[in-house]
Every structure is written in structure tokens, then in C-alpha cells.
């Protein structure tokens, strides 16, 4: 199996070096050829993925933990690249190279045009292999190589129309706001090899509970619990990856890249890497009840502060953009709430409707000829009926609809979040409940926008509207599927069945799940015993505000933006955020290191020190210069004087 | 068979001679003297590859030793020899000379004999830098390797060349000074020049500090340090392409590797003593200059900022041994600090070559620094753009790049020491992406942004070549350190040995 475990990674890897290199310095490779080479390498890991997923479920394979080569030893530690593949590891390749390979057709026929078709698809290639050795790793080093190199795909293609300012801006913005998540996660990592002295999961999860009683001195007097500070530590770098408020603000923009890698970089998979992470990491953070109620109090922030920009974003990509904000908001408040399992579980579904939605957005945006305004669209139904139909999917998988995937996986988040009796519960409980009826009312907002209504778009747009090739309308149609049935199916096993097994740890006292279970009698009852919740009758209420407010009184909406205008303004700056950022943190950072250097450097180093010190040489030169008379008899008395100063200072020692 | 040979002598003399020869062919010969130069820089690091595969990982001593009287009548040897610390440098040193040979090749106009013949002979004296194990031909070494420097930036520099050659010049004199005092004074203890014997002298405390000191101001010029860092960015914005690289890949690492042969075996209490005070300035540089180098117009003075940046993770890693210590009972962390500071000056040697080359590429075209003029370059040099992020990815310290390799090893070593000192030195993810990659997005990417970007040329062959290598090192010691780490082991673990053993008791043993 090591070698079917390897060749997962490396397929894509050699797609992306034919791509690549091949279509860089041999331009007699066709266009054909470099799409080939990528969607052939991530086909492969497909299929090697499900025989991965078979083994470890079906087909009663143990969990496989080895090296594949030693990366590096110094100081005894061995440094290693190597894998991990459990059932957790199992669903994550899965639904990884699923989502990647329908991208993959998609955009052949989204990038037709592009003069850069064969470098977008080396990089996604690439951001596949990467994505792999992330979810792969079986220690901390690869964790942060395949961590960092995403965020590297990312930055590539956040900034691959390079010739836009936009573009170029969000691509750095990504990178930096994700580097600043980096910095607490290389902390996390330093933490645990100081403590454990290894960096391999086993090693650390064996000796984690050991370590629960040792503290660190943080600052002079205040002593930490270890765990707790390694827990929160690592948790920057999800809130970084996974885009969790206050590092969320890269998210938003990262939509300046091609619609396809939005699908599957910031939505699916590279945004969900924190989510995963802790999940992977629950023998850890289940040691620590401080570091959950944090993860607990920044997700429910996060799922409905970032769920309420969604209402007044106008660029259809961003309203999926914060949308996939919320939902990572609800993933966070899962894995607060101890429930990881239902954070992967919706991690999953999530990452089928939100990458189904994006590809729809992408197809609108494509037949309106990248027009991404939702005020210029409108009445695409008729137009686009494939698009159509697998965009009403997705966006009731995304609200909740009892029956879809997403109701599945939503629905536990709220009842574990209300099951939880940790620190912070309480307000997540009411976070998430709330944010299901900002989120039918932003999906239907949308949904409605763009497909019912009056027709908006100019002449020249709609006559020439059409749906979509087949390359883009069969991705939609295939993801369509896993978002409807895939919850239904997997519910039972995923969440009260153990199916994680090892993979995933809970302390008895904050199993939430296993409290929900007695109330779970088959995916089918439970779909009809919502219709009696509150969640059910809020998504409703959604829905039914978004058709009153955008399709029968267009006019509403003006009011209630002159009723509730410091909401509406604290809305539309983002709840000024970005302008912080920019003016305090970036133009801080500027003015400080324009001080350091006039002042530090130029000023007091080298004008008073180093050019001071000049000045002085020549100034006492000048004086010097006038004691060299040229007079034999002036040098003679210097020199008696000198010979009297140190005789008498010889003396002076010898006494 | 080839441990027999003086390999060492070889790498030293063989770039000398070369030198004397392209020297005596003159600039009438066409691009003749370029190939002589080209072939004896090829040869040296073709002799410095056995250095590499034959050495014996197992063991401490120095090896490859060549060993004859020179100056009988004051005991100095011709004493040659390396161990795992000198090795990499030396293979670093023969790999960018080439590079710079290359580099030079069509750029020079002026003079190309001369040009050539200053690196080949630089060359040689570097290599003897690092491999001489007697203090008097140390010193010859440290300070005849100035001359040729001194030489590049004063005739092939820019506009204000004397004042950055006389600063450089004066800067390094003055330290080298009182290093010769230092090592004159432990002639006299000791009774020999062998650096060697140095290692074992017993010193008081009031020696070892001042000794401590006078090392500090040589090395510390040379790294360089904050504060006497400011020599640095005027250097290398008016050195040409050539001079900048071998500044930044080889000199650098000069004073470096003064602190791990020098100061912290010889003065073992005055570096326990004053560690606060090495840790203080390599944190300060990395922070300090994190922060200017962000706002520099200048690419090369971006890039010589990033430098100091980068080789505080250097000094940091070598003087958290004595924290790790006595925090933790034990030296668990301390050879991981101090292999980390070494694959850091490895790296930093490729990083910063490729980015003053990536400069040099730009300048040969447009005849300027500043990143204002340029903007949008992807649009006309894809090839070179790729190169471009690639090495600046490095600089930024992605893993996979051996950028990140020795700022990982010393972030994670530091944290033993103090978890300050490892946050501190953490915020290079941050700034060093931020001045990096800012600079990247305003000359590489945008919208081509005036008539002189949109008449670039891509790379030549020759520029491929030069990149590629670059390229290749630095992927390679990213995803596969090992090799490279392997080598110092034993030689790490006994300095640190070194460098933990007080020499105070050993005084009180034998008065």
C-alpha cells in the first residue's frame, strides 16, 4: 500500500511538472497536453484515493503511519517527511482529489481564452499535490511544508492576472494576513519540540497527556498550562489558514483570482486546512479547556459577524466569499464545542456546495462575460437551466434544507454547540442559530438576484447568453450529487458511528456527540423531525425575507438600509477592518521602519557615530597638525616628557 | 587516493594562480582571459567537490591537514585543515565563484581581466580564510582577501564608490586591529600560533573578556551587527553585480564563522558572560532591520538589509547555547541552534547571490536600482520573473527553499532558550515576506509601467545557467538538508562541548 499512499501526492506533482516546466521551456506541447498531464495526475490520485478509502473502511485496513525519507536529523531529532493515512486522512484525500479533478475539467472550459492556460493548470496541480502532504503528514514538519506551500498556490493564483492592481494587492494581503497565522503556528510547533522533543503526531499525542500538569512562565508571575499555550498558538495559524475573524480579511479579497481556484482553494480544501488541523490535533486540544472556549468564541464570532457582510456585498463571488467565512465560522465552533467529527463532517459537505456554488458563479460570470455585479444580472433561469438547477442545489444544501447534505452537518453543529457546557457555549449556541437565518436570507438574496427577477444586463450581454459548455456544466452536475445525498448517506458512521476511530479523540466528559446519538434514529427521521426545530423555521424565514425584500418590494431593501444605517455603514466598511489594518497596521509598520532608518541608521549610526567619529579624526587632526612643528628641539622636549610620564607610571606599578 | 593530495593547498593556489595568468593575459586577448578565468574557477570547485564526498562525517578532528614551518623563528606554520563547520563554507565559497565569473561575463567592460583575476584571487584567500588552522596566516588570509574587494568596488563601482570603499575599508581595518592584538596575545599564552592551541589555553576572565571584545568588534563588522551594520548597504549599492554576491554569499559568513573558530572555544566565559548582549543585537537585527528594510527605494539596499536581517538568525543560534543551558539543565536544543545558524549562512550565501544577481539582471538592462522604475517586469521577462519568486520565496523562508531550513532549526532551538527570543525572532515570517514580497509585487507583477519594462529581454542562456544553479542549490538543501546538516555534526557537538566547558576551573588546575 506505501507505494499507492505515495503515488496520491506525487501524481499531481508530476502533472504539475509537465505542465510546468514543459509548457514552459517547450511551447510545442499543446495547450491539450498540459491540461492532460494535470487532469490525468489528479485522476490518478482519485482513484488511488478511493482504493485508500476502501482499504481503510471496507476493506478493514489498520491505520498506516511510516516515513517515506528522513528530511533532516540534527540534535537527535529525526526530522522526517512521512504519512499518516487513517480513516480521517482517508476522507480528507477523497474528498480533496474530488473536488480538485471537477476544477480541473471545469477549467478547461473556464480558462479557454486565458494566454496563461498552461500555468494555471501547473499551479493547480501543484496546489493539489501540496494540499495532499498537508492532509497526509504524519508529523508537525510536513504539516507546515505542505501548510506553507498552499499558502504559496494560493498567493500564485490569488495574483495570477498579475497585471491587475487587485490582484496583486490581495495576493500579498494573503500571503502576509496568513503569515501572521504562520507565526503563531511555527510558535506552536517550537513549543512542541521544546516539550516533547519530537515532532512525529504519535510521539506527541503518547506523551501530551503527561505534560498536562507542566506551566510556562509567559510573562514574569503568569504561569500557563503547556498544552493551553501550544493549543492556542497552533489555533493562530488556523485562524490564519481557515480565515477566522480578525485574520479573515484576506478571504474576501482572494476572490481577484479565477473563479475555479476560488472553488477550490478558498472554499473546499486550502481555507478548511485549519479546520482539519485541529481536528487532527484533538488529543491535544482536548487536554485544554481554555484553548476549545477560545476556538469556541472566535468560530461563533466568525460565523455570524462574517455571515452579515454577506448581505450587502454586490460582487456575486463575494457573497459566497463571506459565506464561506460563516460556514468556516461554524466548522470552528464544531471543533470548539469538542464535536470534531462534525466539523469534518461539514468540512466535507461544505466543501461539495460551496465549491457546486462557486462553479455556478463561475458559469454566470463566464455567459455575462466576467461580469461579477449581481445589480447587471438577473433572470438567468430561463438562460442557463443546468447552472440553474445545480445553483438551487447548492444554495439549499448551503441553507440547511432538511434532506441535504449541508442540513446533516449544520444541524449537529447547532445541537453540539448547544450540548457543549464549556466556557462560551452559551453565545455560540446563539451565534450559530441566528447565522442560519443570515444565511438563507444571503443564498436566496443571491440566488434570486441572479436568476429570477428583472433582467439587468445590457443588450450586447443577453444576446449573447447562453448555458455553459459541457466541460463546466458536468462538473456541476457531478458535484450536484454529493451535495444532496452525501450527508444522508454518511451521517449515521460519521458522527455516532466511531468512524474516525483513533483518528480522532474525545474525552468522555465533552463527548457532545454521543449525547445527540440517543436522539438519532436514521437519517430520514431526522430529516422530518426538523421541520419541529427552530433551525428549520429560520432558514424558512430567510428564504421568504429574501424573496419578499428582492423579488416582490425591491423598495424594502432602501428602507431598511435608512432604518438601520450605522448597522448598514458598519456593514458596508466591513466593520472597518480593512481601513485598521491598512492605516495602522501596514502604514504603522511603513512609518516605523521610515524612523528606524532616518533615525536610527542614517541620523544617530552614521551621522553622529561613523561620520561624527570622521569628523572627529579630522578635527583633531587639524589641531595635531600644529604640534608637528618640523623644530628638532620641539620633538626632543615631547619626547623627555614622554619618558618622564612613563617612567614614573613604571614606578608607579612597581611600588 | 584523493586524501593524499593537498586538496586544500590546491583550492587555494590553483584560483591564484588563475588569477596571476588572466592578470598576465590582458584585456588584448579577447574573451580569451574570461576563459581561463572561467576554466580555473571551474577546476576549484570541481577540486572542492572530493572535499565534500570524502570527508569523514564521524569525526571531530580537523582533517585534510597540510602542516610546514613558515616563519620558523616565530613558530608559524603553514597549517591548513578543515572540519564540518569550514567544509560547507569552502564548497559555498568555490560554487559562487563561478557564478560570479559567469555573471561577469559580457556585463564588464572595463577591464575584464582585471575584474576576473580580483574574484579568482579573492577566491583563493577566502578559502584560506577557512582553512587555515594557524592565527598568522589566518590573519594574512582575512586581511589580503580585502585587497581585491577593496579593488572591485573602487573601479568597477558606482557613483559614490570612494565613500562606500573607505567606509567598508575602515570599518573592517579598525576591527581587524584589535583581532590581531587578540591573537598576538594569545601567541604569548599559548606559545604557538595554532588557532588550535588557542582552543585549549587556559584564560582568566579578564582576558577572556577583553580577548571576547576585541573578536566581537572584527566579527562583528564583518557579519554584520547591529550597530555597525551601516557599511553594509553603501557597499553593496555601489559594488558591482559581482562584488555584491561575493560580499553577501561569502564575506558575511567571514565574521560568522570567526565567532564558532575564534571567540566561543577560546572565550567560553566571556561568551557565557555577554550572550545577553549578542542575543540582544541578533534580535534587534532582525527586528530593527526587518522594519527598514521594508521602506528602502533600493532594491540593493533592500536586499543588503535583508541580509543583516537574515544573519542575525545566524549570531542568534550561536549564543543561545549558554540559555538552553542553564534554563534547561542540559544542551538538548544547543546543536540544533548552532546547525541552524550554519545552514542558515549556507542558505543565505545562495538566497542572497540570486537576489543581487536578479538585481544585476535588471540593471544591466534598465541601469537602474530604484523600484520605482521599474514595474510590470513579468509581462516581458516571464523566465526571469519565475527565477525572481522563486529566490524571493527563499528570502521569505518557504519551506521547500533552504531559506526556511536554518530559520526553522534557530526559531525552534530559541524557543528552549527563551520563548521570547523565538517570538521575537519569528516576526521574520512576517516581515521577511513583507519587504520581500512587497518588493516583488512592485517590480515584478502589475501592469508593464513604462516604455523601458516593455523593451526587456528575457534571460540569455548564460543568465539561465547562472539562475538555474542557484535554483537547483536552493531546492535541493530544502527538501533534502540532510546531506548538508550531516557533515557538522561531530564538529558541532564538540564546540558546543568547547564552548559549555569552562576554562576558569581548568586556570585554578594548573595555575
Given at each position: 500500500?506505501?507505494?499507492?499512499?505515495?503515488?496520491?501526492?506525487?501524481?499531481?506533482?508530476?502533472?504539475?511538472?509537465?505542465?510546468?516546466?514543459?509548457?514552459?521551456?517547450?511551447?510545442?506541447?499543446?495547450?491539450?497536453?498540459?491540461?492532460?498531464?494535470?487532469?490525468?495526475?489528479?485522476?490518478?490520485?482519485?482513484?488511488?484515493?478511493?482504493?485508500?478509502?476502501?482499504?481503510?473502511?471496507?476493506?478493514?485496513?489498520?491505520?498506516?503511519?511510516?516515513?517515506?525519507?528522513?528530511?533532516?536529523?540534527?540534535?537527535?531529532?529525526?526530522?522526517?517527511?512521512?504519512?499518516?493515512?487513517?480513516?480521517?486522512?482517508?476522507?480528507?484525500?477523497?474528498?480533496?482529489?474530488?473536488?480538485?479533478?471537477?476544477?480541473?475539467?471545469?477549467?478547461?472550459?473556464?480558462?479557454?481564452?486565458?494566454?496563461?492556460?498552461?500555468?494555471?493548470?501547473?499551479?493547480?496541480?501543484?496546489?493539489?499535490?501540496?494540499?495532499?502532504?498537508?492532509?497526509?503528514?504524519?508529523?508537525?514538519?510536513?504539516?507546515?511544508?505542505?501548510?506553507?506551500?498552499?499558502?504559496?498556490?494560493?498567493?500564485?493564483?490569488?495574483?495570477?492576472?498579475?497585471?491587475?492592481?487587485?490582484?496583486?494587492?490581495?495576493?500579498?494581503?494573503?500571503?502576509?494576513?496568513?503569515?501572521?497565522?504562520?507565526?503563531?503556528?511555527?510558535?506552536?510547533?517550537?513549543?512542541?519540540?521544546?516539550?516533547?522533543?519530537?515532532?512525529?503526531?504519535?510521539?506527541?499525542?503518547?506523551?501530551?497527556?503527561?505534560?498536562?500538569?507542566?506551566?510556562?512562565?509567559?510573562?514574569?508571575?503568569?504561569?500557563?498550562?503547556?498544552?493551553?499555550?501550544?493549543?492556542?498558538?497552533?489555533?493562530?495559524?488556523?485562524?490564519?489558514?481557515?480565515?477566522?475573524?480578525?485574520?479573515?480579511?484576506?478571504?474576501?479579497?482572494?476572490?481577484?483570482?479565477?473563479?475555479?481556484?476560488?472553488?477550490?482553494?478558498?472554499?473546499?480544501?486550502?481555507?478548511?486546512?485549519?479546520?482539519?488541523?485541529?481536528?487532527?490535533?484533538?488529543?491535544?486540544?482536548?487536554?485544554?479547556?481554555?484553548?476549545?472556549?477560545?476556538?469556541?468564541?472566535?468560530?461563533?464570532?466568525?460565523?455570524?459577524?462574517?455571515?452579515?457582510?454577506?448581505?450587502?456585498?454586490h460582487d456575486i463571488k463575494r457573497v459566497i466569499a463571506y459565506s464561506t467565512l460563516s460556514q468556516l465560522g461554524y466548522m470552528t465552533v464544531a471543533l470548539g464545542a469538542s464535536a470534531y467529527a462534525a466539523a469534518i463532517f461539514h468540512l466535507m459537505t461544505h466543501a461539495f456546495f460551496k465549491a457546486l456554488l462557486f462553479l455556478a458563479a463561475?458559469?454566470?460570470?463566464?455567459?455575462?462575460?466576467?461580469?461579477?455585479?449581481m445589480r447587471k444580472m438577473g433572470g438567468l433561469r430561463r438562460y442557463m437551466p443546468v447552472t440553474y438547477w445545480t445553483a438551487l442545489i447548492g444554495s439549499l444544501a448551503l441553507i440547511g434544507t432538511p434532506g441535504f447534505s449541508g442540513f446533516y452537518s449544520k444541524e449537529h453543529i447547532i445541537e453540539a454547540a448547544h450540548g457543549a457546557s464549556?466556557?462560551?457555549?452559551?453565545?455560540?449556541?446563539?451565534?450559530?442559530?441566528?447565522?442560519?437565518?443570515?444565511?438563507?436570507?444571503?443564498?436566496?438574496?443571491?440566488?434570486?438576484?441572479?436568476?429570477?427577477?428583472?433582467?439587468?444586463?445590457?443588450?450586447?450581454?443577453?444576446?449573447?447568453?447562453?448555458?455553459?459548455?459541457?466541460?463546466?456544466?458536468?462538473?456541476?452536475?457531478?458535484?450536484?450529487?454529493?451535495?444532496?445525498?452525501?450527508?444522508?448517506?454518511?451521517?449515521?458512521?460519521?458522527?455516532?458511528?466511531?468512524?474516525?476511530?483513533?483518528?480522532?479523540?474525545?474525552?468522555?466528559?465533552?463527548?457532545?456527540?454521543?449525547?445527540?446519538?440517543?436522539?438519532?434514529?436514521?437519517?430520514?427521521?431526522?430529516?422530518?423531525?426538523?421541520?419541529?426545530?427552530?433551525?428549520?423555521?429560520?432558514?424558512?424565514?430567510?428564504?421568504?425575507?429574501?424573496?419578499?425584500?428582492?423579488?416582490?418590494?425591491?423598495?424594502?431593501?432602501?428602507?431598511?438600509?435608512?432604518?438601520?444605517?450605522?448597522?448598514?455603514?458598519?456593514?458596508?466598511?466591513?466593520?472597518?477592518?480593512?481601513?485598521?489594518?491598512?492605516?495602522?497596521?501596514?502604514?504603522?509598520?511603513?512609518?516605523?521602519?521610515?524612523?528606524?532608518?532616518q533615525v536610527g541608521d542614517v541620523l544617530v549610526i552614521d551621522g553622529a557615530m561613523v561620520n561624527g567619529t570622521a569628523r572627529l579624526v579630522g578635527m583633531v587632526a587639524a589641531v595635531a597638525r600644529h604640534v608637528q612643528t618640523g623644530y628638532l628641539y620641539h620633538y626632543a622636549f615631547a619626547m623627555l616628557i614622554g619618558l618622564l610620564a612613563?617612567?614614573?607610571?613604571?614606578?608607579?606599578?612597581?611600588? | 587516493?584523493?586524501?593524499?593530495?593537498?586538496?586544500?593547498?590546491?583550492?587555494?593556489?590553483?584560483?591564484?594562480?588563475?588569477?596571476?595568468?588572466?592578470?598576465?593575459?590582458?584585456?588584448?586577448?579577447?574573451?580569451?582571459?574570461?576563459?581561463?578565468?572561467?576554466?580555473?574557477?571551474?577546476?576549484?570547485?570541481?577540486?572542492?567537490?572530493?572535499?565534500?564526498?570524502?570527508?569523514?562525517?564521524?569525526?571531530?578532528?580537523?582533517?585534510?591537514?597540510?602542516?610546514?614551518?613558515?616563519?620558523?623563528?616565530?613558530?608559524?606554520?603553514?597549517?591548513?585543515?578543515?572540519?564540518?563547520?569550514?567544509?560547507?563554507?569552502?564548497?559555498?565559497?568555490?560554487?559562487?565563484?563561478?557564478?560570479?565569473?559567469?555573471?561577469?561575463?559580457?556585463?564588464?567592460?572595463?577591464?575584464?581581466?582585471?575584474?576576473?583575476?580580483?574574484?579568482?584571487?579573492?577566491?583563493?584567500?577566502?578559502?584560506?580564510?577557512?582553512?587555515?588552522?594557524?592565527?598568522?596566516?589566518?590573519?594574512?588570509?582575512?586581511?589580503?582577501?580585502?585587497?581585491?574587494?577593496?579593488?572591485?568596488?573602487?573601479?568597477?563601482?558606482?557613483?559614490?564608490?570612494?565613500?562606500?570603499?573607505?567606509?567598508?575599508?575602515?570599518?573592517?581595518?579598525?576591527?581587524?586591529?584589535?583581532?590581531?592584538?587578540?591573537?598576538?596575545?594569545?601567541?604569548?599564552?599559548?606559545?604557538?600560533?595554532?588557532?588550535?592551541?588557542?582552543?585549549?589555553?587556559?584564560?582568566?576572565?579578564?582576558?577572556?573578556?577583553?580577548?571576547?571584545?576585541?573578536?566581537?568588534?572584527?566579527?562583528?563588522?564583518?557579519?554584520?551587527?547591529?550597530?555597525?551594520?551601516?557599511?553594509?548597504?553603501?557597499?553593496?549599492?555601489?559594488?558591482?553585480?559581482?562584488?555584491?554576491?561575493?560580499?553577501?554569499?561569502?564575506?558575511?559568513?567571514?565574521?560568522?564563522?570567526?565567532?564558532?573558530?575564534?571567540?566561543?572555544?577560546?572565550?567560553?566565559?566571556?561568551?557565557?558572560?555577554?550572550?545577553?548582549?549578542?542575543?540582544?543585537?541578533?534580535?534587534?537585527?532582525?527586528?530593527?532591520?526587518?522594519?527598514?528594510?521594508?521602506?528602502?527605494?533600493?532594491?540593493?539596499?533592500?536586499?543588503?538589509?535583508?541580509?543583516?536581517?537574515?544573519?542575525?538568525?545566524?549570531?542568534?543560534?550561536?549564543?543561545?547555547?549558554?540559555?538552553?543551558?542553564?534554563?534547561?539543565?542540559?544542551?538538548?536544543?544547543?546543536?540544533?541552534?548552532?546547525?541552524?545558524?550554519?545552514?542558515?549562512?549556507?542558505?543565505?550565501?545562495?538566497?542572497?547571490?540570486?537576489?543581487?544577481?536578479?538585481?544585476?539582471?535588471?540593471?544591466?538592462?534598465?541601469?537602474?536600482?530604484?523600484?520605482?522604475?521599474?514595474?510590470?517586469?513579468?509581462?516581458?521577462?516571464?523566465?526571469?520573473?519565475?527565477?525572481?519568486?522563486?529566490?524571493?520565496?527563499?528570502?521569505?523562508?518557504?519551506?521547500?527553499?533552504?531559506?526556511?531550513?536554518?530559520?526553522?532549526?534557530?526559531?525552534?532551538?530559541?524557543?528552549?532558550?527563551?520563548?521570547?527570543?523565538?517570538?521575537?525572532?519569528?516576526?521574520?515570517?512576517?516581515?521577511?515576506?513583507?519587504?520581500?514580497?512587497?518588493?516583488?509585487?512592485?517590480?515584478?507583477?502589475?501592469?508593464?509601467?513604462?516604455?523601458?519594462?516593455?523593451?526587456?529581454?528575457?534571460?540569455?542562456?548564460?543568465?539561465?545557467?547562472?539562475?538555474?544553479?542557484?535554483?537547483?542549490?536552493?531546492?535541493?538543501?530544502?527538501?533534502?538538508?540532510?546531506?548538508?546538516?550531516?557533515?557538522?555534526?561531530?564538529?558541532?557537538?564538540?564546540?558546543?562541548?568547547?564552548?559549555?566547558?569552562?576554562?576558569?576551573?581548568?586556570?585554578?588546575?594548573?595555575?
Open positions: 500500500m506505501r507505494y499507492v499512499y505515495l503515488g496520491i501526492p506525487l501524481a499531481p506533482l508530476a502533472g504539475a511538472i509537465v505542465a510546468g516546466l514543459f509548457g514552459a521551456f517547450w511551447p510545442r506541447l499543446g495547450r491539450a497536453a498540459c491540461h492532460w498531464a494535470a487532469i490525468l495526475g489528479v485522476a490518478v490520485a482519485f482513484a488511488l484515493s478511493l482504493v485508500v478509502l476502501w482499504e481503510q473502511t471496507l476493506g478493514g485496513g489498520e491505520p498506516w503511519n511510516g516515513a517515506i525519507y528522513t528530511w533532516m536529523v540534527s540534535d537527535g531529532i529525526r526530522f522526517e517527511i512521512g504519512f499518516l493515512v487513517d480513516r480521517l486522512t482517508a476522507l480528507m484525500v477523497t474528498t480533496v482529489t474530488f473536488v480538485s479533478l471537477m476544477v480541473h475539467i471545469y477549467t478547461i472550459g473556464y480558462m479557454h481564452d486565458d494566454p496563461g492556460y498552461r500555468r494555471f493548470f501547473a499551479y493547480i496541480a501543484l496546489f493539489t499535490f501540496s494540499m495532499l502532504m498537508l492532509v497526509m503528514s504524519n508529523n508537525f514538519l510536513q504539516l507546515f511544508f505542505g501548510w506553507e506551500a498552499v499558502g504559496l498556490v494560493s498567493y500564485l493564483l490569488i495574483g495570477f492576472w498579475f497585471k491587475r492592481e487587485t490582484a496583486i494587492y490581495a495576493n500579498l494581503k494573503a500571503f502576509l494576513v496568513n503569515r501572521v497565522g504562520d507565526f503563531g503556528f511555527v510558535l506552536g510547533i517550537a513549543a512542541i519540540l521544546a516539550y516533547f522533543h519530537s515532532l512525529d503526531y504519535a510521539d506527541v499525542f503518547t506523551a501530551a497527556p503527561m505534560a498536562r500538569d507542566l506551566t510556562i512562565e509567559v510573562l514574569p508571575g503568569l504561569e500557563w498550562p503547556v498544552i493551553t499555550l501550544i493549543c492556542l498558538l497552533l489555533f493562530v495559524g488556523a485562524m490564519g489558514k481557515s480565515a477566522q475573524v480578525p485574520l479573515h480579511v484576506w478571504l474576501p479579497d482572494s476572490m481577484e483570482g479565477p473563479t475555479p481556484i476560488s472553488a477550490l482553494i478558498h472554499a473546499a480544501t486550502m481555507v478548511t486546512a485549519g479546520i482539519f488541523m485541529v481536528a487532527r490535533m484533538s488529543p491535544l486540544y482536548e487536554l485544554s479547556e481554555t484553548a476549545l472556549s477560545v476556538v469556541l468564541v472566535i468560530g461563533a464570532v466568525t460565523a455570524f459577524a462574517t455571515g452579515l457582510l454577506g448581505l450587502v456585498q463561475g458559469s454566470v460570470i463566464i455567459a455575462l462575460h466576467h461580469e461579477q455585479d464549556r466556557w462560551g457555549a452559551e453565545l455560540a449556541y446563539w451565534a450559530v442559530l441566528a447565522g442560519v437565518f443570515v444565511t438563507a436570507l444571503y443564498t436566496f438574496r443571491m440566488f434570486f438576484l441572479v436568476f429570477h427577477g428583472r433582467e439587468r444586463m445590457d443588450e450586447h450581454a443577453r444576446a449573447h447568453l447562453r448555458e455553459s459548455p459541457k466541460v463546466v456544466t458536468v462538473p456541476l452536475v457531478l458535484l450536484a450529487i454529493p451535495s444532496v445525498a452525501v450527508g444522508a448517506l454518511t451521517i449515521e458512521p460519521l458522527l455516532f458511528g466511531g468512524w474516525f476511530g483513533e483518528a480522532i479523540r474525545v474525552a468522555p466528559e465533552h463527548d457532545v456527540l454521543a449525547g445527540l446519538a440517543a436522539h438519532f434514529h436514521g437519517a430520514w427521521a431526522y430529516a422530518l423531525h426538523a421541520v419541529r426545530t427552530p433551525p428549520f423555521w429560520l432558514a424558512a424565514a430567510g428564504v421568504l425575507t429574501a424573496a419578499v425584500v428582492y423579488l416582490w418590494r425591491p423598495a424594502l431593501a432602501g428602507l431598511a438600509v435608512r432604518v438601520a444605517r450605522p448597522l448598514y455603514l458598519a456593514l458596508v466598511h466591513k466593520y472597518w477592518a480593512d481601513d485598521f489594518n491598512e492605516i495602522v497596521l501596514a502604514g504603522g509598520a511603513r512609518r516605523l521602519g521610515r524612523l528606524l532608518w612613563m617612567t614614573s607610571w613604571l614606578l608607579g606599578l612597581m611600588r | 587516493m584523493l586524501a593524499d593530495w593537498p586538496l586544500l593547498s590546491l583550492l587555494i593556489w590553483t584560483p591564484i594562480v588563475g588569477g596571476v595568468l588572466v592578470l598576465l593575459a590582458g584585456d588584448r586577448g579577447g574573451a580569451g582571459p574570461k576563459r581561463i578565468a572561467l576554466a580555473f574557477s571551474l577546476a576549484t570547485f570541481a577540486l572542492s567537490i572530493p572535499l565534500f564526498t570524502e570527508f569523514d562525517r564521524g569525526t571531530a578532528l580537523m582533517q585534510f591537514q597540510e602542516r610546514v614551518p613558515w616563519i620558523a623563528a616565530f613558530d608559524i606554520y603553514y597549517h591548513l585543515g578543515v572540519d564540518g563547520i569550514s567544509m560547507p563554507l569552502i564548497v559555498l565559497t568555490t560554487f559562487a565563484t563561478v557564478l560570479v565569473v559567469l555573471a561577469g561575463w559580457e556585463v564588464i567592460q572595463r577591464r575584464p581581466a582585471q575584474y576576473m583575476a580580483a574574484f579568482l584571487i579573492m577566491e583563493g584567500l577566502m578559502v584560506g580564510v577557512f582553512s587555515a588552522l594557524d592565527a598568522a596566516l589566518f590573519y594574512v588570509f582575512w586581511e589580503g582577501m580585502l585587497i581585491p574587494m577593496f579593488l572591485v568596488i573602487g573601479m568597477w563601482g558606482g557613483p559614490r564608490r570612494v565613500y562606500a570603499t573607505i567606509k567598508f575599508f575602515l570599518y573592517t581595518f579598525l576591527g581587524s586591529v584589535l583581532m590581531l592584538v587578540a591573537l598576538i596575545y594569545l601567541y604569548h599564552k599559548s606559545g604557538s600560533f595554532s588557532i588550535l592551541d588557542y582552543h585549549q589555553v587556559p584564560l582568566g576572565m579578564r582576558e577572556q573578556l577583553l580577548i571576547f571584545l576585541a573578536f566581537l568588534v572584527a566579527f562583528a563588522v564583518k557579519v554584520p551587527m547591529w550597530p555597525v551594520h551601516t557599511w553594509l548597504p553603501d557597499a553593496h549599492v555601489e559594488a558591482p553585480t559581482g562584488g555584491s554576491v561575493i560580499l553577501a554569499a561569502i564575506m558575511l559568513k567571514i565574521g560568522a564563522y570567526g565567532f564558532l573558530r575564534f571567540s566561543l572555544p577560546i572565550t567560553p566565559d566571556a561568551s557565557a558572560a555577554l550572550d545577553w548582549l549578542m542575543i540582544a543585537l541578533s534580535l534587534i537585527a532582525v527586528v530593527y532591520i526587518g522594519f527598514v528594510a521594508l521602506v528602502q527605494a533600493d532594491m540593493k539596499k533592500l536586499i543588503a538589509y535583508s541580509s543583516i536581517a537574515h544573519m542575525g538568525f545566524v549570531t542568534l543560534g550561536f549564543f543561545i547555547v549558554y540559555t538552553i543551558a542553564e534554563r534547561n539543565g542540559g544542551l538538548q536544543g544547543a546543536v540544533l541552534g548552532i546547525e541552524g545558524a550554519l545552514v542558515q549562512m549556507v542558505s543565505h550565501g545562495f538566497v542572497s547571490a540570486a537576489l543581487f544577481l536578479c538585481v544585476g539582471v535588471l540593471y544591466d538592462r534598465m541601469h537602474s536600482r530604484l523600484i520605482r522604475d521599474y514595474g510590470g517586469v513579468a509581462n516581458t521577462m516571464p523566465a526571469f520573473a519565475a527565477f525572481a519568486v522563486l529566490f524571493a520565496m527563499a528570502n521569505a523562508g518557504l519551506p521547500g527553499t533552504s531559506g526556511f531550513v536554518g530559520e526553522f532549526m534557530v526559531i525552534l532551538a530559541s524557543f528552549k532558550a527563551n520563548p521570547w527570543f523565538s517570538f521575537l525572532a519569528a516576526t521574520t515570517l512576517i516581515l521577511g515576506a513583507a519587504y520581500t514580497l512587497w518588493m516583488v509585487k512592485r517590480v515584478i507583477f502589475g501592469p508593464v509601467r513604462n516604455e523601458q519594462v516593455a523593451a526587456l529581454k528575457d534571460l540569455d542562456a548564460r543568465e539561465y545557467v547562472v539562475l538555474g544553479a542557484l535554483a537547483l542549490a536552493v531546492l535541493a538543501v530544502g527538501v533534502w538538508p540532510d546531506p548538508l546538516v550531516e557533515v557538522m555534526h561531530a564538529s558541532v557537538e564538540n564546540l558546543v562541548q568547547q564552548a559549555t566547558t569552562s576554562k576558569l576551573q581548568m586556570l585554578a588546575a594548573h595555575p
